[in-house]
C-alpha cells in the first residue's frame, strides 16, 4: 500500500513557477508509475504528467509541455512537478496519484491517490 501527500501548492502571478512535491509512504515505491492529475472547478480531472518507475520515461498533456516537469527520486520516494510559466488556466487542484501500470495517463488506471494541493494562478 502507498500513502501519497502533495505540497507546494499555492497563489502565484501568470508567468510565475512553482515546484509541487508528492511524498510517499510504502516500502514499494519504486513499483510504481506516479502522476500527477488535475481538477479545475467546474471540470473533471484531466492528466498532467506521468513518470515511469525508474524514471526512464515522461509524458505530459499537451496544455503543459515544455512548461512542466516531472521527476522523481526512488530513494526519496518522493515526486515532483516543475511548473513554469504558469497560466490561470493552470488554476486547478493538483493531485498526485500511484499506479502498477508502467506510465499511464487514464485515471481509473491509478490505485492509490493523495488528498490534492492547490495552484491559483492570477493574471
Known amino acids: 500500500q502507498v500513502q501519497l501527500v502533495e505540497s507546494g501548492g499555492g497563489s502565484v502571478q501568470a508567468g510565475g513557477s512553482l515546484r509541487l512535491s508528492c511524498a510517499a509512504s510504502?516500502?514499494?515505491?519504486?513499483?510504481?508509475?506516479m502522476g500527477w492529475f488535475r481538477q479545475a472547478p467546474g471540470k473533471e480531472r484531466e492528466f498532467v504528467s506521468v513518470?515511469?518507475?525508474?524514471?526512464?520515461?515522461?509524458y505530459y498533456a499537451d496544455s503543459v509541455k515544455g512548461r512542466f516537469t516531472i521527476s522523481r527520486d526512488n530513494a526519496k520516494k518522493s515526486v515532483w512537478l516543475q511548473m513554469n510559466s504558469l497560466k490561470p488556466d493552470d488554476t486547478a487542484v493538483y493531485y498526485c496519484?500511484?499506479?502498477?501500470?508502467?506510465?499511464?495517463?487514464?485515471?481509473?488506471?491509478?490505485?492509490?491517490w493523495g488528498q490534492g494541493t492547490q495552484v491559483t494562478v492570477s493574471s
Open positions: 496519484a500511484a499506479s502498477m501500470s508502467i506510465a499511464p495517463m487514464t485515471e481509473s488506471r491509478y490505485d492509490y
Open positions: 513518470i515511469s518507475w525508474r524514471g526512464g520515461s515522461t
Open positions: 510504502g516500502r514499494t515505491f519504486s513499483s510504481y508509475a
